[in-house]
């Protein structure tokens, strides 16, 4: 009888891995090569996605929190194919360093914007304030990161050039009622 039990296990362990070299992943995709294309475009965590266009490509940052690296940069020519070319954040914002994770906090809701042959990102942070980094090329590198104003709470800017050179920031402010 245990013969058989040890033939008939062997005999469906070979069959498993059969199956599982025939195994072919199937990764998300969304363009369905036909013109069309179904939800979600991203199948993935881009939490507060915020996109600029700069002649016929499309370039798509989003909160990274206190993942890193952080800001990754995404490109796409028809907004539906993506792909990751680079992130502006490559290591920790200074005066936070990457010793423990911070969970939740660090980069909120980014902007990225190109102005004047430069790109832009702005973020919150609702610990420390609002910081910017920019570059000439969307691929980097990236600025170190300037802390443009801060304060608690600060979260989702965005910044607008006005026609005279001026620069205006847009931004909530978190407030935290004790219950």
């Not at 266009?53 to 800001?71: A, E, H, I, K």
Request: charged share 20%; net charge negative; with cysteine.
């Amino acid at each position: 009888m245990k013969k058989y039990v040890i033939a008939f296990c062997l005999l469906g362990m070979s069959g498993g891995f059969v199956s599982a070299q025939d195994y072919v992943s199937k990764v998300w995709v969304s363009d369905q090569g036909d013109g069309t294309y179904k939800n979600p475009v991203l199948y993935a965590d881009y939490s507060d996605p915020d996109a600029c266009r700069v002649g016929d490509d499309y370039y798509l940052t989003s909160s990274s929190f206190g993942c890193l690296p952080g800001l990754q940069i995404l490109h796409s020519k028809d907004l539906v194919n993506w792909s990751i070319i680079g992130a502006a954040l490559p290591y920790a914002v200074p005066p936070i360093s990457d010793h423990s994770p911070q969970h939740g906090n660090r980069v909120w809701a980014p902007s990225i914007r190109y102005h004047n042959g430069e790109f832009y990102i702005f973020w919150g942070d609702p610990d420390q304030g609002v910081y910017m980094v920019k570059s000439s090329k969307v691929e980097g590198p990236w600025s170190e990161p300037v802390l443009v104003k801060s304060g608690k709470g600060i979260i989702d800017t965005t910044p607008l050039w006005d026609d005279d050179g001026r620069v205006y920031m847009y931004m909530l402010m978190q407030v935290v009622v004790p219950v």
